[in-house]
């Protein structure tokens, strides 16, 4: 059953809404579903917008159309059933790490369960270190008393925005582990946002790899490797032959991206003149038909699999480049 | 994969460079860090410095290059000092003018804050009344308070009130204007967290908004007892009859330079002392800040 259901989510932000090219990006159609404890990763270059893919989820942005349901209802507002962990961890640096942890607890009135929040703070390997305030913990410590606070609401999904993007790689491997074990002892749906390839097979259950400009979800595959997961299968041919595909979508992406700067959008067929938002996006749909249809290069061993519509499978195929370009061409910031 | 305390502590401190990924905005000093050997050099640099300007000021008395009347030296100073001190000057005592400066200071400087501080969170929260106040405080900070003086005579004479009031209305823009930057600065994930985690409004300015705001309050605050200790003097110099202001004023009308030289240093002192005080609740109240 799901979850989360999005259904042809659109999020254009209006001018002045975001200042500068630091803005959040838009995304375009994007369709997906998110099973019950299914740990879903999103890949994604920079400014394709996995993170404003996730914080509409989150109900911090608000989309332009489309639906967004959530456990069966729709989203409208942040809720403690659906809980982010940023980047940083964010931890409130005038609480202890304990009352950190109770931090979403305590905002519900009524008695905290402190048991729970110990079991929660000894869950994530931090009980020599409920009182120690946050700054005193290492980046990854701290990372962990974000995922304590997070889990002690018991949400139904984890909303995770490279929330190991900022540490080293040991301690990232680690707390990949740590997630995963986690994972499967919590049962909690898991969305959770990377650029790393490596870490988006070695995590999830399935993968997005999302395009740019707008963001839409580019390739999906499912990633059957069986769990527990560890660091050696990503030498298997299994995560070899995913990481292959995501790296193909992922350069084409690129592609994509660079011909529209360039001239050679111009020389495109069927790029409109006018190129705004409206006209392109109908097509979109067209375009993710034809790819799915026409395309043979698709089949391989780990066993692709469509979820029918707004789910682009391969936007490598040469034959429908010039569709496939068309509706980015025509987007709202496309250059 | 649990961390014995230990192994991991050691971690914390490696992972400290890790951890200096801190979010933007965080302040990268952090203070009482300092070495205890480093301290005492400092504060011994500081005493020998002192000690030489001392011998320098004894030198350039000794010289005869300025009359005694204008640069009395130090020992006399010293003398002028003590004997205000003991026997008081023009029927105030030393401890007396101290008492009236520092208490009119107290008063002033707390009232800026216990009303600039709300005054600038309702600016930092409303649109509306940020419309309201902030063309009042536009025109009114480059007004030097001593401007007022005049005026506040006229309304309210030579009591107490004018001073306090006048001490007040110096030191509040800088308290409300710290802190509006204070809220203004806050990451928006600092809300983000407390929202997903199910925060309504008035929980989120309690528990995110105030406490976040609390650091660059006390940068207002440690301006703002500089901006009401010397606006208070002055105020001193022109209408009082008792306070370290008048002290000085009196004093240097009747040629005492050893007694105004004194009036200064104590005045230097005090504001020094205030200084240091705020210092010392701010890293008892906030000791997270830099700590990001």
Redesign the interface.
Known sequence: MAILEMRDVTLRFGEGRSGGDAGPATIERVSLELGDNEFLTVLGPSGCGKTTLLRIV???EKATSGRVLFDGSEVKA???E???V?Q?P?L???LSVRKNVA??LE??GGRVDWKRVDEMIDVV?????SSY?P????????QRAALA??LV?SPKIL?MDEPFG???AQ?RQ?LQ??LL?LWERLQVAVMFITHDVEEAILLGDRMLVMGTRPGCIALELPIELPRPRTEQMMLEPAFLEIRRQALDTLREVALRAAGITGTGAGDLPGVPADGIGGGGAPETGQAQQNSTGQNSTGQNSTGQKSTGQGVNEDVRLPGAAGQATEPVAGSPRGA | MAVEPQTALLEATEDRRAAGSEPAGAESHTPGRESRVKRWGRRGSYVLVMLGALALWELIVAAHLFPAVALPSPVHVLHSFAKTATKGYLGKTLGQDILYSVVRVGIGFLGAVVLGVPIGLLMAESALVHRVVDPFLQLGRPVPPLAYIPLFVVWFGLGELPKILLILVGTIPIMIISTIGGVRSIPQQRYEVARCLGAKRRQIFARVTLPSTLPEIFTGMKVGIGIAWSTLVAAELIAASVGLGWLVEQAATQLRTGIVIAGIIVIGILGYLMELGIRLVERAVIPWRGNV
């Open positions: 989150a109900g911090f942040p809720g403690s659906r809980v982010m940023f940083q964010w409130y640096p005038w931090f979403g905002l519900q390997g931090l009980s020599g270190f305030p700054y005193r913990l290492s980046g990854g410590m701290q606070r997070a609401m909303l900022a540490l080293d301690t680690d582990e740590f074990s």
